[in-house]
């Protein structure tokens, strides 16, 4: 078994990354299996390196060691190969449509507007490096059925419920759908264990393991800690309390402890180290949760 936790270093390191980094950490501990921090680094235009190390440091100070530590962005060269061999398949296509065209016509299952894949056959002129448009990937028009390890029902038919989607921007950097895919591959995931807002896009994410001739691991997608906007909607967490103000009022086996009541794991939060802590997914509350890390 080796599954990997990928965060994207786009912000601080908040409870909710935390919650994914404890879970991913123990179901592989318990397996006796592998397990890999991913620092998703592509989105050049959000990343700071002082986010990778922060997340990186709050893990070890929760005792979340890792068997191997990566940098997206040292696979260019898996990523690139993708797009020579997606496109020597005839999938690539550049993307003329504004977001304002796809805006209002028909939700998708993680709540943006799909793509009605209106580009579709457009020529792919002097090859994807030549691409100043966004870069499209056509999907198999098939239905992907697929039920998680929580028995979450992520079937679908991608290429018409998201759309096709987009594999390198605008800028150049490539999409998440891909990157994840080709990374995930080459580490030999066998078990992705992530937050269910990503639930959605797994059946894209399978498509394009099978358009690319790449296994498809196990899925597996946890709650999510939300906050109460201002606006009294629930949505993820973003920095209310980050790590780092967390860590200013608590230890950090008091803020696992938190953790680990959230996720069932232990009847009432006080100070825990992660090596005593006992995974039941069983007793991993399934829907998505608010929480007061500080009262
Ligand atoms: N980097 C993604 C995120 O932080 C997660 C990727 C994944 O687990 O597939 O939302």
């Known amino acids: 078994m080796i599954t990997r936790f990928a965060p994207s270093t786009t912000g601080e ?64 060269a898996a990523h690139e ?42 020529p792919l002129v002097g090859g994807w490096r030549a691409q100043s448009e966004p870069m499209r990937m ?29 594999v390198r921007r605008r800028d150049g950097v490539i999409a998440y759908q891909l990157a994840v895919v080709v990374d ?38 946890h709650f999510l800690l939300l906050e109460t906007d201002r606006s009294g909607k629930l949505s993820k967490l973003h920095g209310a309390l980050p790590y780092s103000q967390l860590r200013a009022r608590m230890s950090a086996e008091e803020i696992l402890g938190h953790l680990a009541y959230v996720a069932g794991l232990i009847d009432l939060p006080r100070p825990v180290s992660a090596s005593e802590l006992v995974l039941d997914w069983s007793r991993v509350p399934t829907a998505d949760t608010t929480y007061a890390f500080a009262r």
């Open 13 to 76: 390191a908040h409870p909710g990354t935390l919650l994914s980094a404890l879970l991913v950490w123990l179901d592989a501990r318990q397996r006796a299996g592998r397990a890999i921090l991913r620092l998703e680094d592509l989105d050049t235009t959000r990343v700071k390196t002082g986010w990778a190390t922060q997340l990186f440091e709050a893990c070890a100070e929760l005792g979340l060691t890792w068997d191997a530590t990566e940098l997206q962005s040292a696979h260019a």
């Open 138 to 166: 056509q999907l198999d028009d098939a239905r992907v059925e697929l039920v998680d390890d929580g028995g979450l029902d992520l079937s679908q038919t991608p290429a018409h419920d998201m759309g096709d989607p987009i």
């Open 81 to 122: 190969a993708a797009l020579d061999q997606l496109e020597a398949a005839g999938r690539l296509y550049p993307c003329a449509c504004s977001r304002a065209a796809r805006a209002g016509r028909r939700r998708a299952p993680d709540g943006g507007w799909a793509y009605e894949n209106t580009c579709r056959g457009r």
């Open 184 to 221: 995930d591959a080459a580490a030999g995931i066998t078990d992705v264990i992530r937050g269910r807002d990503i639930a959605p896009s797994t059946a894209t994410q399978v498509m394009i393991q099978r358009a690319l001739g790449l296994p498809t691991p196990r899925y597996r997608h």
